[in-house]
């Protein structure tokens, strides 16, 4: 089964709305809130979009306002792969 | 003597066909460098018009920061790097200023043409999942004004004009307006960028464009041989501050905004004449001077007989003497929301380093009657310029700017 890890995250997000303001997606930025990142409302919807057409998953809007940080985003695309 | 809250440019940045920075663009204009030629941005063999004014290695992966770029459509770009260069140059410390007295306020003409074709090609060929978020606002004519305002921290009176090729004098008037109602800087001018399929369809159908493919004699204002104009991408930002507060922080001032006045002509057919004399006089009043103390005057030059004529003929209406005509848009071709706001850069640093830039490969057409600078740069007394621009439709506006000079 597809796993979605941070490092998908952060090359759908670099892909859709620019690199972070704070260089490497490591394991310091997991809980840092998007906003910190530099990626606002837009750029969340957009990354969804995405990651949604390259899963094969539909991501309601509801559901991106809900992901707060990459921890989140993640834990979440990963819930909705297994049940899937 | 320039009053105490006047606006003044304390920095400027360009990014234009003739050149990326202030220094690089002047020395070209100076030197009368062409910058216009064949299309390369995108395959124009099949349109009428295959000639612009383009921007050349404009690295947005080194000018704009990396999480803008997938965000924002190249005229936002321009108008990033700009603004930040612009900023640099007035070496003003924004830690000094509050947020809210910090406005930006551009024109733009096009919108976001370019990012907004990719997009509608992604919804016609793959469908609205395909559209990228980004769209909802990367098109916007607002787009550059708001994506400098949250980069910098410019929270006061924000605001864009669309008032096509006369807006960047309008925006400077604008920001103007904004200083003095409170705000104690005002990032200000214009730059536009539609150079690719979709853009250049709705310029060709104004009927202005010039259709030669041979680069020295396609866009000719005030020529004998003019024919239409040539478009081009691009344009300029400028700090502006009140005199006093800029004098007390001891910056480096280009020029005071003396003068300034907008008008829209009257409706064709009407009989009555276009505004631009009227609008010339009435920036040359808000400013406390006449004609008589205007060194050069920058004209709109669009290229056409028709509106070259009138041009000429608002000139001599007003000056009523052969005063010196500047037309370096010549070089650049026309850059939308951008073009006046060159215009009024170039008109600063005439007024620093006393020379007036030819228009080069003009030769005036002697039935208009204007001493129009051509063949080579023509040095010059200058303490007053009177910059002119008209936008399709009828939008006119005129700027006055003077030397910062004490007694004068």
Redesign the interface.
Known sequence: MTTFTLEDLGAVLE???????TGAWNDEVLDLPFYEL??DS??L??AS?RIG?QLKITIPDDAVVEMKTPRTAVEYVNARLKGA | MIAAGTAVVTGMDVVAPTGIGVEEHWAATLAGTPAIGPIERFDASGYPVRLAGEVRGFDETVLVPPRLVPQTDRMTQFALAAAEGALNDSALDLSTVPEFERAVVTANSSGGFEFGQRELENLWSRGSDYVGAYQSIAWFYAANTGQVSIRHGFKGNCGVVATEQAGGLDAAGQARRVLRNGARVVLTGGTDASLCPWGFITQLRTGLLSTRTDPSRAYLPFDADANGFLPGEGGAMLVMEPYDSATTRGARIYGALTGYACGFDPPPGSGRPPVLARVARRALDDAGLGPGDVDVVFADAVGTPELDRAEASAIREVFRRPVPVAAPKALTGRLYAGGAVLDLVTALLCLRDQVIPAAAGVRVDPRLDIDLVTGAPRPAAISTVLVLARGYGGFTAAAVLSHPGKDR
């Open positions: 892909d859709a709305a620019g690199a972070p303001e530099g990626y837009l750029a919807i957009e979009t057409r």
